[in-house]
């Protein structure tokens, strides 16, 4: 009876210092579920968060691209409301159509506006880390195929854009099949099959 009631004792003991360690900690644990998403309205990861805000600074910097390419037709925008956790994470795009009014997704976009939509973000990417990262500038851009997807107006849009980043110091280095580039690039390397399976270079300057 006596070690029963020493028992009964330590238990309750340990009850109240378990409660007490919960009052004290409960804070933390609750700002760390915040910090892995597993609390909250939004339910977003601290490292999710931060990389939506990059990421919104880089669509902002692609649409001034993509008003140039599209002809002020389309506009990037960040989404955080979708049917899957990874839409609603707000790391997804969808584009607004100005000749139509509609919002709708990326994937509705036709070849070559898929081509100069991704070239508008990966310029406007460049542009962000030049202007965050210390004033680390990415000088040179190689970007392989895609011009053929392009009808005559948009290359010319396109390449216009291109030609303002060379006009500013960049390098931008085109690898294509698109006949009509030869004549808009003065420096350009063409690289012929030969018969025998091998292929030559003629370096035109």
Known sequence: STRCASCRAELIAAEAELIALQSRTEPVVYLAKLARGM?????????????????EQ?????????????????????????SSKIERT????????????????T??????????????LA????????????????????????FGTLDADTLEQVMSVIDDLRDRGRVVGIVS??????DRIAEHIEVR??????STLKVVA
Request: negative net charge; aromatic residues 6%; proline residues 1%.
């Open 39 to 55: 609390t909250g309205q939004r339910r977003v990861a601290l490292t999710t968060y931060v990389l939506r805000h990059w990421f």
């Open 58 to 82: 880089v669509v902002q910097a692609a649409n001034l691209r993509l008003a140039n390419m599209s002809s002020g037709r389309y506009e990037l925008i960040r989404v955080d409301e979708g």
């Open 90 to 105: 707000g790391l997804t795009l969808q584009i607004v159509d100005r000749h139509t009014g509609e919002q709708r997704s």
């Open 107 to 120: 994937r509705s976009l036709s070849g070559g506006e898929s081509f100069y939509t991704a070239l508008a």
């Open 123 to 146: 310029l406007g990417l460049a542009d962000v880390v030049k202007a965050e990262a210390g004033g680390v500038d990415l000088d040179t851009l190689f970007i392989d195929e895609g």
């Open 177 to 182: 099949h698109v006949s009509e580039l030869k």
């Open 193 to 198: 099959r030969l018969p025998d399976g091998s």
